[in-house]
């Protein structure tokens, strides 16, 4: 017989003293302890919790300091308010940050609020039950049943928190995003939801975000290390040990402050916020631009390349996340079948931009290739091919040697754009192993080159584990001359 840790009559005696909303937070927290009771009320659940040996003393007062009952705390388990919080403090924890994140939302939303999210949320899920009084855990789990929502997938409730206005909660999944990535990186372990866990197939590699609850889906718990929230710190990533700052023959010099302007040009949304934290934490300037047009973003590459801060940094990067073609981006437009990728290159090579001459040039672009037969037009936008127009008047020094096409760095990750419709609010899973690789100190001791491979085998193991028409493709190309580390050197 399966010894239980928690009597019977204390599961009782607090289930009395609970309202329907506090039944109802409770049962939310516990949702991905027991995956196959997702459905239950609270009594059931605990009761299958106490008998599988994951409920415990500890959890339970856990469970009702997350709801906020701490008179039940001191009443009913002899336990006092800071106790439990010295407990989470040393990570002995029963719930998932993610949970315990949602239920902080839940906390701070009036029944306007989650009203105006439901409203909103039917661009998105136009078949989920749209209930007048529905609550926002109830709204979650919905978004969760339809893969809109997840641990690692909270781009779309982020959104829907700014059009409301609600930009002190928008900090709070930022704060959780940037905490659980820099936990990832240390090699945490993996988080599966309810949902997830209840199916028996799935294989999660390398998600970027992490709970602090692993195997959920094997009757017993066990407690990984977890983190605890708090404000992001944002320090530029150093190797330990003293910096030399000797120049290598066979190495691009990396000493600038900034190390280079980093734009970002992001026509669907999802992946602006890690990927402008990634870089500002390896000391660039960073730019964002989201949902431009074409004409916006002719605009903007223009400027950008006219910038004389080019002449004081060592190195450019450009990220691009559009639809579009193998060979041309869409913006946000439907009137172009799109800019050609080979132009954007073009704007910053040393004869149209000759402050960056000998610098290294890198480009990372995530394109959701849409069918021909779904293009709207033939055309590409036309755009001026005289380059000393498009930068003013600015030429290359004579006695120059290095060629203008020198120095660039091309990687172009092409996926179908299906992969976005069937998850509209998903980040690129190529952009999220890039960020992890280039925020990991060990890994930042490798060249650019060396970091490459490592990405191309995330990427093509992810491609082993979905379907074909979901799989990446990546293509790299490039002509440079020196071995390129992204840190100070």
Known sequence: MTRCQVPAALIHQIEEELDKEEEEMMVFLCRDLAPDLATADLRELLVALNERE?????????LLYRVKRFDLLRRILKTEKATVEANLARSLRLVPDYRV?????????????VNSLVFLLRDYAPRMKMAKDKSFLALVIDLEKLNLVAPNQLDLIENCLQNIHRIDLTRKIQKYKHEALMSAVHSQPVYVNALQASLPNLSLIDPPYNSGV??????????????????????????SGPVSHKVYDDQYRMQSQPLGICLIIDCIGNDTDLLEDTFRDLGYDVRCHRYLNMNTMNQTLVEVARLQKHRNCDSFICVLVSRGSPQSIFCTDHTFSGFPLEQIKKYFTADSCP??????KLFFIQSYIVPENEQECTSLLEVDGNDEKIIGNAKIPCKVTIPPVADIFWSQCKVDVSTLEKSPSSSSYYLRCLAELLRNPHKRKLSILDIHTELNGKVYEWNKTTDPSQQYSLLLQHTLRKKLFLSPT
């Open 214 to 239: 692993q195997n959920v889906n094997k009757g017993k718990t066990q407690n990984g290390q977890s983190f605890i929230l708090a404000e992001p710190v944002h320090m530029s990533i150093q190797e």
């Open 355 to 360: 402050e960056l001459l000998g610098k290294p």
């Open 54 to 62: 994951i409920l415990s003393f500890l959890g339970l007062s856990e």
């Open 101 to 113: 994140l949602m239920l902080e939302l839940n906390e701070n939303l009036e029944k306007e609020e």
